[in-house]
């Protein structure tokens, strides 16, 4: 699929800190590219669906069902925002995305070959990044938050299955548990040289 722009992903456990950094990273790209910010679940009608009825309450869902809405809702956020912004050769930095699925679905005991062939239409971001934090750490930081993803042995699943994806090359593993600041430098850095490289 031809894409004029540049997407970038940030991957992490819940509580590493991703969305701040995602957002930090578009103002400072902002000064010297076209920047946007967007995120997973989306704004969109499923993305809405999936916050409203799961993602912050107490209701279960089979975990089946769970990756087929993301799976719907990444199709839809793609549609929507992601590949209209690279069209216009936007720098898309995107607070979540496909890994998501494979790390959460995946540590919930589902196939990642089936998670990825029902995600097969998600293109493949130029960067994707995993910020990393121990699951004690976000354990911690997730106190005042509830989420259904927030036990710990969930977090140190999903963690595995991002380390492995870090181990394949796939995710630049950038230390979370730095300061804000290091961390954002840490992003920045990579991805202006990505940029830079790619002019």
Same mark, same amino acid.
Not at 19 to 47: C, F, M, N, W
């Given at each position: ?7 970038? *992903?940030?991957?992490? @456990?819940?509580? *590493?800190g ?9 103002? #400072?790209? #902002? ?14 009608k499923?993305? /809405?669906?999936?916050? $409203?009825?799961?993602?912050? /309450?107490e209701? $279960? ?7 087929l ?8 956020? =793609? ?14 930095? /995107?607070? #979540?995305?496909?890994?998501? /699925? ?7 005991? @589902? ?15 130029? =960067? ?16 005042r $938050? ?52 790619? #002019?």
């Amino acid at each position: 699929m031809a894409k004029k722009g540049v997407f970038i *992903c940030i991957e992490g @456990l819940d509580g *590493c800190g991703k969305t701040t950094q995602a957002k930090l990273l578009v103002a #400072r790209l #902002r000064q010297q590219y076209d920047a946007v910010y967007t995120a997973e679940p989306s704004d969109g009608k499923i993305g /809405s669906f999936i916050r $409203r009825s799961y993602l912050y /309450s107490e209701r $279960r869902i089979s975990h089946v069902a769970e990756a087929l809405l993301f799976a719907a809702d990444r199709v839809d956020h =793609l549609e929507r925002e992601v590949l209209p912004a690279l069209r216009k050769g936007q720098v898309v930095v /995107s607070d #979540r995305y496909v890994y998501s /699925s494979m790390a959460y679905q995946g540590a919930a005991g @589902l196939d990642l070959g089936w998670i990825k062939k029902i995600n097969e239409y998600a293109i493949r971001p130029d =960067l994707a990044f995993f910020i990393d934090v121990t699951p004690e750490v976000v354990m911690q930081r997730l106190r005042r $938050r509830r989420t259904v993803m927030e036990n710990l042995s969930t977090q140190q699943h999903v963690r595995e299955v991002y380390l492995k994806f870090v181990n394949e090359g796939i995710l630049v593993r950038i230390d979370g548990e730095q300061t804000k600041e290091a961390v954002a430098n840490a992003l920045l850095a990579v991805v202006l040289t990505f940029l830079e490289a790619n #002019r």
